[in-house]
């Protein structure tokens, strides 16, 4: 037995509107990636009984696994039972287990079995439950043209449940260990994905065929993901990491779902340290991506949001002639910032950032794009001028993680100079 | 000319392994519906040249328009202008135009143009360019079996202006006025979908069946959406709306796409005032919010991140003695920090927040989810404690909309009692 086919069909007006984001397919797919089982295909469409039954019969003459979500529930709109039937050439009739499930179902609920509910128990005759112990609408298993075929309710908590307990098992049987899958990822900051596929062409050119490389912008990070079905999976999926974290050095935050405020609260936490930040262009957001991070106490005290001139002098002690001679985004601005911070606050590490976010209030000397970020502690700080001439919103993302990562960078005591210094420095 | 059928390709491993969630074709269809044009189906497949060959040859003769999202990146898993390119049998050929583009592109942000992204620019021979302003990777358009298809990128922020700019007014050119659809939203706060529902039913029984309602979860906002396709649409569905909002009253925040954050900063800036902000439990997210909106200068000069007892101490003036007597989350605090931020920054209108964000340091006396908000002016200071035992981003997210949500409601005098103070007030 190989790995199988599987392909999945979902129904629902409310996912064909664009009124409800299909979150159901992703968790399906991790739930069978997890057995080493991959989705070949999807397809979705409205609540249509013909198009319902002509997709069921196409898709059960091309793969060995089909997955059905949606169309379980008691209103009219719900007639996936009704469309599998006729795609099999079955009758439509009231299942007794079904109708047992409904039962205790409301009974355990002091509801009244209506006669809407009783139509989740008309099924394809032949067919073969498959238990939902969190709802009334029970699924159930035919097969056609060879192609297995599972029904499964469109509620997120049940559909999860079901795949777990139910599906899963069934499926993963008749896979032998050594045709599973190997999963690893890691997540990068301060590379693109092309200049990251540029290094490994260049640097990894035996980088094998049986990986597959795949990468997500999670803005601003890049996940970078590799896959091996080979029977050396496991071995052969380590090995390559390794050299593409010799590769991508320090510009990699962490394995599998590693994000960059939960690494510095870590770190920091690990470390004794505390930080404090002042933020003039991005008001607020480096404070906010810190204390998203449950345990944030431990390592945070204090943010300043200073966003006009006089706020940077009031709460930071910023020199009013510095801000007049040098303006409010200027190196000398930030190094008295973050002596500011560092200076009330008493923390061990501070960040400070004054820059131009836009859309309006650049200039030809200081555009809109342009920022000054300082960081370090009192008796050691740096500072750079970055360019990131994008929208208001990147622009805020881009520069609390550039801040936030050269923090860690520090933590980790790197001695690297980031990409994005040498690639987005501001040529003045 | 009769309404098109449309039908969505998506392409992306990320898309197929879950890792992912798919919002693009969601957000294609809503940018359709408004306009009249309902998607029938959708195919998402992974990153395979023959398999998206297959797909865009079988689709091309079901519908007479099919938008393709995804894979015009620089990288080897980008493969959709090659697939179109085989399935219309043209050559693929370095585009002009596109080169134009990304050579602009990288000038303005002083990169190198790689050979990667060079590889952005080989479209099939024939196609009309589709203007990308934000991106690098352009649009594009080509027939095949009378079925007009449409290329557009994976990334979220490109596709959405691309459709909105360029394709939406190719595609409704065509549609006589008597048929378009008539969609009027408006965004709430403070009311859930249930309860909007209800109080139509019991309020507003007599509600028309042409008019379909449609609601949309926006956390921490419900997106309500009234639609109507009968020919008396943009009367009828300016009638109603105008009952929902008396229905509805303060709880809703604006029309169409209005946001919080946007709302505030464009009241306090028509009345010419300005907003502090001093927060503990929210950890900058208040003031973050604030500063995403253009032109936040103009009414907010200081923020204070005050996480720890010593910081509220030094930073507001919050009497230690106020810490000792009823600790950090109590009303006498909020008021103390409100206090303080007013003085210092001299704003007009002040916030602030301490509660217990969770997942841990709660007690029986104030459980996770407890919080005290104080808003308003150093003559006139309002208290609330609420209770929104939720998730820490949750908690986090609604405190901070509804502690903006009250300025709103000062800046508009309202004098109604939001939904949220008598449903989660925290009962002592």
């Given at each position: 037995m ?8 979902l129904?629902g ?7 409800v984001?299909d979150?159901n ?15 070949q ?6 609540d ?10 196409a898709?059960?003459?091309?793969c ?10 008691p ?5 996936t ?22 039962h ?5 609920r ?9 139509k989740?128990a ?6 073969q439950?498959i238990a939902n112990?969190l709802?009334?609408?029970v ?23 079901m ?22 990822k ?15 062409n ?9 990986i ?5 912008a999670?803005?601003?990070l890049?996940?970078?993901k590799?896959?091996s ?12 990491y390794?050299k593409?974290?010799q590769?991508?050095?320090d510009?990699?935050?962490g ?7 939960q ?9 004794h340290?505390?930080?404090t ?8 957001l ?9 345990g944030?106490?431990q ?12 706020m ?13 001679q ?6 000398e ?19 400070a ?6 859309p309006?209030g650049g200039?030809?000397e200081?555009?809109?794009g342009?920022v000054w ?5 009192l008796d050691n700080i740096n500072t750079?001028?970055?360019?990131i ?6 622009f805020?993302?881009f ?11 520090i933590?980790?005591k790197s001695t ?8 987005r420095?501001?040529?003045?």
């Amino acid at each position: 037995m190989t790995i199988p086919q599987v392909q999945l069909l979902l129904t629902g007006n409310e996912l064909m509107s664009g009124d409800v984001i299909d979150s159901n397919s992703a968790m399906i797919a991790q739930q069978l990636q997890e057995v080493g089982i991959e989705v070949q295909r999807r397809v979705t469409i409205a609540d249509n009984l013909t198009n319902l039954v002509n997709e069921i019969k196409a898709i059960s003459q091309q793969c060995d696994i089909l997955i059905i979500n949606g169309g379980l529930g008691p209103t009219v709109d719900d007639m996936t039972a009704q469309a599998l039937a006729i795609a099999a050439n079955k009758a439509l009739k009231r299942h007794p287990k079904a109708m047992e499930h409904l039962h205790n179902w409301c009974k355990q609920r002091n509801y009244t079995l209506s006669d809407e509910n009783k139509k989740q128990a008309d099924l394809p005759e032949g067919c073969q439950l498959i238990a939902n112990t969190l709802g009334s609408a029970v699924g159930f298993y035919l097969q056609i043209n060879h192609c297995d075929i599972y029904c499964t309710p469109g509620v997120p908590s049940e559909l999860k449940k079901m795949m777990a307990d139910e599906i899963i098992p069934l499926l993963t049987k008749s896979i032998p260990d050594n045709q599973q899958t190997k999963v690893k990822k890691m997540q990068v900051f301060g590379l693109g994905e092309s200049t990251i596929q540029r290094l490994i062409n260049k640097q990894l050119p035996t980088w094998p065929t049986e990986i597959e490389l795949g990468f997500r912008a999670a803005i601003p990070l890049i996940e970078v993901k590799l896959t091996s079905r080979s029977s050396q999976a496991e071995k052969q999926v380590a090995l390559w990491y390794k050299k593409l974290q010799q590769l991508l050095g320090d510009h990699i935050i962490g394995e599998e779902k590693a994000k960059l405020n939960q690494v510095v609260v870590k770190l920091l936490s690990q470390q004794h340290k505390k930080l404090t930040i002042a933020e003039s262009c991005t008001g607020g957001l480096i404070a906010s991506q810190i204390t998203q991070v449950s345990g944030a106490s431990q390592v945070f005290e204090a943010g300043f949001v200073t966003y006009s001139n006089t706020m940077k002098t009031k709460l930071l002690q910023v020199d009013e002639k510095t801000l007049q001679q040098y303006g409010a985004v200027s190196k000398e601005t930030v190094i008295a910032m973050v002596k500011g911070a560092l200076t009330i606050s008493q923390a061990d590490y501070g960040i400070a950032v004054s820059g131009v976010a836009g859309p309006t209030g650049g200039s030809t000397e200081k555009p809109v794009g342009m920022v000054w970020i300082a960081w370090g502690s009192l008796d050691n700080i740096n500072t750079v001028c970055l360019y990131i001439p994008n929208s208001r919103q990147y622009f805020q993302h881009f520069v609390s993680s550039a801040s936030l990562d050269l923090i860690r960078r520090i933590l980790i005591k790197s001695t690297e100079v980031p990409a994005y210094i040498s690639e987005r420095q501001f040529k003045h």
